[in-house]
């Protein structure tokens, strides 16, 4: 069973840029498709990105699409997420994920990490 830890999260002002990170453990991390999904106050959870297995394609919610890359090195059981030009409703809990197939990439993860908070402020 694969171990998910999420870092880099934090304050930021509107404009701004961070970069998640989520080390694995416990697993052969390039047999995991890998998602982030977030989570405001209030609101549903819901999907940002995913790459697939091989890293050779990725796929965003329409909202982030040109703000955010998610990428992974498999070499180092990672995944990143790059946030720039962040805005205030980016805010939310960031959650890292993943499964063991690239079908459905969009829901469907079995491995959850306990996320890692994002504000950005205005």
């Known amino acids: 069973q694969v171990r998910l830890v999420e870092s880099g999260g934090g304050l930021v002002q509107a404009g701004g840029s961070l970069r998640l990170s989520c080390a694995a453990s416990g697993g052969t991390f390039s047999r995991y498709a890998m998602g982030w999904f977030r989570q405001a106050p209030g609101k549903e959870r819901e999907f940002v990105a995913a790459i697939i297995r091989s890293g050779g394609r990725t796929y965003y919610v329409d909202s982030v699409k040109g703000r955010f890359t998610i990428s992974r090195d498999n070499a180092k059981n990672t995944v990143y997420l790059q946030m720039n030009s962040l805005k205030p409703e980016d805010t939310a809990v960031y959650y890292c994920?993943?499964?063991?197939?690239?079908?459905?990439?969009?829901?469907?993860?079995?491995?959850w990490g306990q996320g890692t908070q994002v504000t950005v402020s205005s």
């Open positions: 994920a993943a499964k063991t197939s690239d079908i459905a990439i969009t829901t469907s993860f079995d491995y």
